[in-house]
């Protein structure tokens, strides 16, 4: 089976030619009216109102296009929607506004990596209002939506970073939920998946500051005793590239830039602004950036 | 000023019962017409501040919490505070004048529906300086709209807005529906009627069928929020999706009720300005009907990417194809009424040929969102947002504007300037291309609608920045309509009763008509009574 984003552009450029003829076709045909009709050109107008076979004609024609239209299409949906062929199954869930894989216990947020060359099965779920995972140049997309699972098939054969969208609104920070699609070979792919599974350092000055504020209760960083669910899963947060689904870059200085005011890189995320020292802001963005 | 009255041509020394008790189809067509045009001001506004906001990547000109209000109360009013008042409007002026009636079938119930309306889409707008306005969307798909996730009034506002809206609208289609069918000139058969008005009454039954399920679906919605009902809160067993379907069963139908009328209008314009009859007046009409019926079974191609199953996919896709044919039709019939005429190229006509080309696009891209692969690439995009606006600015604008021009003099008795006209046109024309064309590859490349801002490494910012131009191209092509329709109401060229040398009844009376619209009827023996009378040596057969 063909990758679903292959599939959906051959259809795509048929249809784009069909429509492209029709247009110039119909347009032409509007033109030519005008310029060849035009009141300075004729003195007396035709007086004719109908021809039976000719409406039958153009009534017919549509219709016969639509059903090629249709039986192409027909060829292009096992290629998409669910994944009856696939090797691998992440749970993607959509959070007001950034995202959560799940790669069978192993929890990430936001950078989803996948390997290439094999068909995977998301299972598409959301734990407040409806979302839509999308990412254009891998495939269709497929909304999440509370109270049951969706599934969407991915399947590429190029390694590269695709980047996606949101795309149901879903409130204020919907134009900031970006989705990374890192796809890697597979080799690559276990090691970054090993990586994950692996728990994160509990040591230094940052690892206490972030154990003993707030930041406990919406975050997880497996290893520690912090387990919150509310915000995105924070054990490797310094491998990923971009921080608060893809508003700032992951590094030290960006974090801490993040850490000191949320709220004008996003504003109305649900990430408070934690009154740390300045001393304290540094250990934690440095841990929080080491954590690779 | 000049002699001649605007509106209503009322003998002299009779009085008037003013605007706000008035009872006369035209003054409340009038009514309706001015409420359709200062809420399409509104909207437009806010559709400059969000272009405004969407010209650069990271722009800071709102806050996300406004856009979201923005977007969400532009898409209320167009969709139904605006533009249905400006073709009902329409609809409420012309209907008896073309169909050779003193009034509509219920002149009391007329006020009614227009002052329902009226307090509705204030009731929407009052919710601005009342906590906020709703913010969730004009489809307001919960959870989202629920008050778990929107605490603020706006949606509460919303509902009962359009609630209110909506009764005033279905107590309107039901007057017109009625008077079409039972208050015809004596010969005014059925299969004689002008195809506007044949137009208004598919759309008639079609806000019938549709506006109920969604004052059905705003009760749903507001026992939700205000009565602790869980109809769409899946944490209690609720089903979120079955807004959505309440929702867009009303919402395609929508579509129609917006772009059936404008093409009525642009059915009347091209024959008289192409100095032909209609070509194929049985399809025009019959594929009216069938888009009607066809429009109530496409209502999930809205939910492709909503997990449907198989069956369900495959049969909302071929039944949105099949509603391309009858649309097809219409475009064929248009441009063959044209074929072998005389083409008198007067703004009206601009407007209408306009509405062809442009609608046309609208509907190519429309096809492409019933081929369930490309709509799980396009839906929720901007790619979405441009095929809506060819069909709703492209198509229904245009179409409203031809029948302006068209009808203008017949409702005041003075002619609009064709100068300022053609200019209204093609910049009307540059902008909405500008506009909106850029739309669709935004769409593709990934650009989801509704986004208050997007980043700078998506290398959307040249194309956005091409549009918020185009917009304000279109602030200026409005301006350029303001300031005709204001200096020809002060002192335009006066019109006569026939200024387009036309074919229907409304012609044969004045400019303005008098209170009960005809002194004397012609007799009615085919499509074009007023082409019999002018030209009897070659009346139309029967």
């Given amino acids: ?292 | 000023m000049s002699a001649v009255p605007l509106w209503v041509a009322r003998p002299a020394g009779a009085s008037a019962a003013g605007w706000l008790r008035t009872v006369d189809h035209k003054e409340i067509g009038v009514l309706y017409i001015g409420m359709g045009v200062a809420l399409f001001a509104l909207g437009g506004i806010e559709s400059l501040v969000m272009r405004a906001q969407l010209a650069t990547p990271n722009a800071r000109l709102v806050d996300p919490e406004l856009y979201d209000q923005l977007f969400t109360v532009h898409g209320v009013t167009m969709m139904l505070l605006a533009v249905v008042p400006l073709l009902v409007g329409f609809a409420n002026y012309l209907v008896p004048l073309m169909i050779g009636a003193p009034d509509v079938a219920y002149p009391r119930l007329n006020a009614l529906s227009f002052w329902l309306s009226l307090v509705g889409a204030i009731v929407v707008y009052f919710s601005w300086i009342a906590g906020g306005a709703p913010d969730a969307g004009w489809f307001s798909y919960p959870p989202l709209a629920e008050r778990a996730f929107a605490p603020g009034p706006g949606v509460d506002y919303y509902i009962l807005g359009l609630a209110v809206n909506g009764a005033g609208t279905i107590i309107g289609a039901i007057n017109l529906a009625v008077t079409i069918l039972l208050m015809r000139a004596p010969g005014l058969r059925i299969s004689r009627l002008p195809l506007f008005v044949w137009m208004t009454l598919v759309t008639s039954f079609l806000i019938l069928g549709a506006y109920p399920a969604l004052s059905g679906g705003l009760v749903m919605l507001f026992v939700d929020r205000q009565l602790g009902g869980h109809f769409f809160d899946p944490t209690a067993g609720g089903q979120p999706l079955l807004w959505q379907h309440v929702f867009w069963f009303f919402g395609h139908p929508e579509v129609y009720i917006l772009v059936l009328p404008a093409m009525g209008m642009v059915s009347e314009v091209i024959p008289v300005f192409s100095g032909k009859p209609i070509f194929g007046y049985r399809f025009v009409a019959a594929s009216s009907v069938a888009i009607g019926f066809l429009s109530f079974s496409v209502w999930a191609h809205h939910m492709f990417a909503v997990g449907l199953n198989e069956f369900e996919t495959l049969l909302f896709s071929v039944t949105s194809m099949l509603i391309a044919i009858p649309t097809g039709v219409k475009i064929f019939n248009w441009t063959a009424t044209m074929i072998g005429g005389r083409i008198r190229l007067l703004t009206p006509m601009l407007f209408a040929i306009g509405f062809i080309a442009m609608f046309v696009i609208g509907g190519l891209t429309g096809v492409s969102l019933a081929v369930v692969p490309l709509d799980l690439q396009t839906t929720d995009t901007y790619y979405v947002v441009g095929h809506l606006h060819y069909v709703l600015f492209g198509g229904t604008m245009l179409g409203v504007f031809a029948g302006a021009y068209y009808w203008f003099p017949k409702m005041t008795g003075r002619l609009l300037s064709e100068r300022l006209g053609r200019w209204h046109f093609w910049t009307a024309f540059v902008g909405l291309n500008l506009t909106f064309l850029p739309m669709h590859w935004l769409g593709v490349q990934g650009m989801a609608r509704r986004m208050w801002t997007y980043a700078a490494d998506t290398g959307w910012g040249p194309w956005n920045f091409v549009e918020t131009a185009g917009a304000f191209v279109l602030a200026v092509s409005m301006a350029i309509f303001a300031l005709n329709v204001v200096r020809s109401l002060r002192g335009g060229a006066i019109a006569g009763d026939d200024p387009w040398d036309a074919f229907t009844l409304e012609w044969t009376t004045t400019s303005p008509p008098p209170p009960e619209n005809f002194r004397t009827l012609p007799a009615v023996t085919s499509r074009r009574p007023l082409w019999d009378r002018k030209h009897p040596e070659m009346r139309d057969a029967s």
Avoid at chain 1, 59 to 78: H, K, Q, S, Y
Avoid at chain 1, 200 to 210: C, E, K, L, M, P
Wanted: aromatic share 8%; hydrophobic share 45%.
């Fill in chain 1, 1 to 292: 089976m063909r990758p679903p984003a292959e599939a959906i552009g051959t259809l795509a450029l048929i249809v784009g030619a069909i429509a492209v003829a029709i247009f110039i076709g119909v347009e032409g045909a509007l033109v030519y009216a005008v310029w060849r009709y035009r009141a300075s050109r004729v003195a007396m107008p035709a007086r004719f109102d109908r021809n039976t076979r000719l409406e039958l004609a153009w009534t017919a024609a549509p219709a016969l296009t639509l059903a090629v239209v249709f039986v192409l299409m027909l060829g292009t949906l096992r290629d998409i929607g669910a994944a009856t062929d696939a090797q691998l199954r992440i749970r993607a869930t959509g959070h007001q506004w950034w995202w959560e894989f799940d790669y069978s216990g192993i929890v990430t947020a936001n950078e989803m990596h996948i390997p290439i060359d094999t068909a995977i099965d998301i299972e598409l779920a959301s734990v407040d209002v409806n979302h839509s995972f999308w990412v254009p140049e891998l495939g269709g997309k497929t909304d999440m939506i509370p109270g049951q699972i969706n599934h969407l098939r991915l399947l590429t054969r190029r390694p590269g970073v695709y980047l996606g969208q949101c795309a149901e609104f879903c409130g204020v920070e919907h134009a900031w939920m970006r989705i990374r699609v890192v796809a890697e070979t597979k080799e690559d792919f276990d090691r970054w998946l090993a990586t994950q599974g692996s728990p994160a350092t509990a040591s230094g000055d940052g690892a206490r500051v972030f154990q003993s504020n707030t930041c406990v209760n919406c975050h997880a960083i497996r290893g520690t005793s912090a387990r919150g669910e509310a915000g995105p899963d924070l054990t490797h947060v310094g491998g990923r590239a971009t921080i608060a689904a893809g508003v700032l870059p992951s590094d030290a200085a960006s974090i801490r830039a993040w850490l000191v005011d949320p709220q004008r890189y996003k504003p109305g995320a649900f990430m408070p602004r934690v009154p740390l020292s300045d001393a304290d802001l540094d250990a934690l963005a440095s841990y929080l950036g080491s954590l690779r």
